[in-house]
């Protein structure tokens, strides 16, 4: 399980004086919410992921995590609060998801400790925020400060709210305890608004299999698929399909929007043979190797490959690759664990050289 538990950005209060005992131990801080005016021995320091020194303000965004370090000198019970600027208060530490608060002398938890089934989540509003870390050397009673409302709570609720609340509340938790035996530390980071998208997508559709599309001429991959991270622009658009006559043109992208390219194909239109007497079928095998399409003459290699590669598609095979090699061309189709290479060459005396290689992979 993976719980997303609000961190809540902090604001800054200043001091105000409060009414109440706990004065003779503890004071409002504009820095530290609230601070021990006693000399101590017990020292305690809080840091965030992003700043080990604690002498920095990191930036976070919403949704990214972040983890909680403690340290002490001596043996301890470790209370953390956070505080953001819209005046809620949440616990972080003691919890029911693995948040032990005892920590020994010298030594440095995590939180969320490693390997836990939990994280804490930046989730408020954009600011500057406060996790609050209260050492003690006995157990605190916080049941006047936040308490599990049910069995099922994994954190605990906080009643105070603001840091005023916070500090006012604490006092009073703080308040039986022999002044020399608390201390408190706090760590800052910020919260900035996500990054604005600056890529956007682009959607390819065709209405065959195995057709590739090329970006301003590099290969992004098959059609029929949403491709992201594209940087805004226009750009020319190529799609090539066995069989076909390329679809050429151009597509805007535009950040954070998906733009859409649909290509239909049309079947190559094959010319009737003229019947010559004695000549009726080598004309059909010039026509059936030139591929005339709409009057134009392709490259005879070309259209035999389309040929072979065609009657392979029909069988089911999806073809992945087409590359134009020295002497004519050379594709790959896929069809569950088999493979299939179409090699077409030109020979000498205006000769084409079809080669199909099949090659099938077996488990065991």
């Known amino acids: 399980m993976v719980l997303m538990k609000k961190l809540l950005t902090a604001s800054l209060v200043m001091g105000v004086a409060l009414p109440t005992p706990a004065l003779a131990q503890a004071r409002l801080s504009a820095q530290s919410i609230i601070v021990n005016p006693a000399p101590a021995d017990l020292s305690v320091s809080v840091r965030v992921d992003r700043d080990p020194t604690g002498a920095a303000v990191p930036v976070y965004r919403p949704g990214e995590d972040v983890s909680i370090s403690a340290t002490v000198n001596q043996d301890a019970y470790v209370y953390l609060f956070s505080v953001d600027a819209s005046g809620d208060v949440t616990q972080i530490l003691p919890n029911r998801l693995g948040g032990e608060n005892f920590i020994k002398a010298n030594t440095t938890a995590v939180f969320p400790p490693a390997g836990s089934n939990f994280r804490f989540t930046v989730d408020g509003e954009n600011g500057l925020n406060k996790v609050l870390a209260l050492a003690s050397l006995t157990p605190l009673d916080l049941s006047q400060l936040s308490a599990f409302k049910s069995q099922q709570d994994q954190f605990a609720t906080v009643t105070a709210r603001g840091q005023e609340g916070l500090a006012q509340a604490l006092s009073i938790v703080v308040n039986p305890v022999p002044p020399q035996s608390w201390t408190t530390n706090t760590a800052f980071f910020s919260v900035v608004p996500q990054t604005p998208v600056t890529t956007g997508s682009l959607f390819v559709g065709t209405n065959v299999s195995g057709a590739t599309v090329f970006l301003a001429e590099q290969r992004l991959g098959t059609a029929n698929a949403t491709y992201s991270n594209l940087r805004p622009g226009t ?130």
Do not use: H
């Open 235 to 364: 750009y020319p658009v190529r799609v090539q399909a066995a069989g076909q006559r390329d679809f050429t043109g151009t597509v805007t992208i535009r950040a954070g929007s998906v733009s859409n390219v649909n290509v239909d194909f049309a079947q190559a239109a094959q010319p009737a043979p003229v019947a010559q007497p004695g000549a009726a079928t080598v004309l059909d095998l010039f026509r059936s190797l030139l591929g005339a399409v709409s009057g134009q003459v392709q490259d005879p290699a070309r259209s035999a490959y389309d040929q072979k590669v065609g009657e392979w598609q029909r069988q089911g095979y999806a073809l992945q690759s087409t590359r134009q090699t020295a002497m004519g061309y050379e594709g790959m189709l896929v069809k569950g664990a088999s493979a299939v290479t179409v090699t077409v060459t030109r020979g000498v005396g205006r000769t084409l050289s079809v080669q199909v290689s099949e090659t099938t992979q077996y488990r065991y």
